[in-house]
């Protein structure tokens, strides 16, 4: 068996006005770029965010014939207990009783996804105060997402709404825990929409993947989305990979299996802020809405498919339960930096724009007292080990995990 080797860095610098202190471990592997994670201690868990587990999670439309069912017989089919089901409703709209209570007698969480009753004039804050009344006199934890088509709607108005919102509920209905919810083709607004920190628990990225897409663009799509929050909140993923399209009448079975295995071991590999993963099983064939109505994600209707998901869903950092009488309030996380280490030899490089944005230098110091140091290379500017004792580091050795890390 050969030894792991990791790099440790320890740093005491000032970050503004408070003092952090940084470990960083980088993995010391035989490829060339080297992830780069940070440390967070003292982290404040979000609500039903658990501890280096993953919530798993599924997106269906409520078949009210079905209603006390419709759980139990998905459950049954992928032999998998899932802590997360969403569906969606109009506000104003009265939510399914029925459903939420047969969701919480199986441990379950409900998800609601809200959707405007009228797109011109969506922001009917009294529809939020009705529904506040009702999901707060049932006192069980609940899931929501305002709006999730939010490029839909004037980005000032679509704030001040979801902020409303938030206060409503935190003061009428505090079991509810909020999301901020943005469609995959909107993550370039997402800092134009996102109401702040202390209005969002949890943020969500919707992808619906169709048959012939690269997955790869949608994995990038995913990692520009997640350097941009996941320093802050916990993500949720929903998604949904299509295995049939009426567009041209094709089954792509044999290729949408391994792309949801694919895609479900690269979120869980890379991406270890996303703490729900929920599939999108929907037919918008059968039931279509406003941006599909050509391809079939379900994967309750192809039994090949379901397979493929079943293998994906099966390590065991998935959640099959929740004890809703067990919080954790704190905890340590590890949050990857989006710029990479170069190892060349038995070498070590540390990029510039890790120096700019994670440790806060100035162009101005860079240039003014590191210049010496800077090498390009691979057609990027990188620097020395050595620099890293500007910044107070002293580097050892550890057989640990991969990292930065910031401790306040």
């Known amino acids: 068996m050969i030894m792991k080797k990791y790099l440790f860095i320890f740093s005491i610098f000032l970050l503004g006005c408070s003092t952090h202190a940084i470990e960083t471990f980088v993995y010391d592997t035989e490829h060339e770029y080297l992830n780069i ?4 201690d003292n982290y404040k868990l979000a609500p039903l965010e658990i501890n280096g587990r993953v919530h798993s999670g599924v997106h ?29 409703f109009t506000l104003g709209d009265t939510i399914n009783e029925i459903w939420l209570f047969e969701l919480i007698s199986k441990s379950r969480i409900p998800n609601i996804i809200l959707n405007p009753r009228n797109t011109l004039s969506p922001f009917d804050r ?5 529904l506040a009344n009702h999901l707060g006199s049932l006192r069980i934890p609940i899931f929501i997402d305002i709006f999730p088509q939010a490029r839909n709607f004037n980005s000032i108005e679509y704030v001040s709404f979801f902020r409303y ?23 370039l ?13 949890w943020v969500k990225i919707n992808h619906y993947i169709n048959a012939d897409d690269n997955l790869q663009r949608w994995i990038y799509r995913l990692e520009a989305f997640y350097h941009s929050i996941n320093m802050y909140k916990p993500i949720m993923v929903s998604f949904g990979i299509s295995h049939f399209s009426s567009k041209n009448h094709t089954y792509y079975t044999l290729t949408t ?37 050509t391809d079939n994600f379900s994967i309750s209707e192809n039994s090949i498919v379901m397979d493929y998901y079943i293998q994906a869903m099966s390590s065991d950092i998935f959640l099959t339960d929740i004890n ?32 700019l944005q994670d ?29 890293l004792k500007n910044f107070g580091i002293e580097i050892k050795f550890y057989n640990l995990i991969n990292g930065i890390v910031i401790s306040n």
């Open 189 to 201: 607004d997402f800092w134009s929409f996102y109401p702040g920190h202390e209005y969002v628990d």
């Open 257 to 293: 299996g391994p792309k949801i295995v694919e895609f479900i071991d690269t979120i869980l590999n890379d991406f270890k802020r996303v703490r729900a993963i929920i599939y999108k099983d929907i037919n918008f064939i059968e039931n279509p809405n406003e941006n599909n109505s």
């Open 324 to 355: 809703f009488e067990i919080e954790e309030t704190e905890s340590t996380q590890f949050i990857r930096s989006p710029f990479k280490a170069l190892k060349i030899e038995n070498e070590i490089f540390i990029p510039h724009n890790f120096l």
């Open 359 to 387: 440790l806060n230098a100035s162009e101005r110091y860079l240039n003014q007292y590191l210049l010496p140091h800077r090498q390009e290379l691979r057609g990027n500017i990188y620097y020395t080990t050595y620099v």
């Open 165 to 187: 919102a938030r206060e409503v509920f935190r003061e009428i209905a505090p079991n509810v825990i909020f999301i901020f919810s943005i469609n995959e083709n909107d993550i």
């Open 37 to 40: 994670f940070t440390r967070i």
């Open 60 to 88: 269906f439309l409520i078949d009210n014939n079905l209603i006390n069912s419709q759980i139990e017989n998905f459950e049954q089919n992928v032999g998998i207990s899932h802590t997360i089901y969403t569906s969606e």
């Open 126 to 130: 009294n529809a939020i105060n009705i």
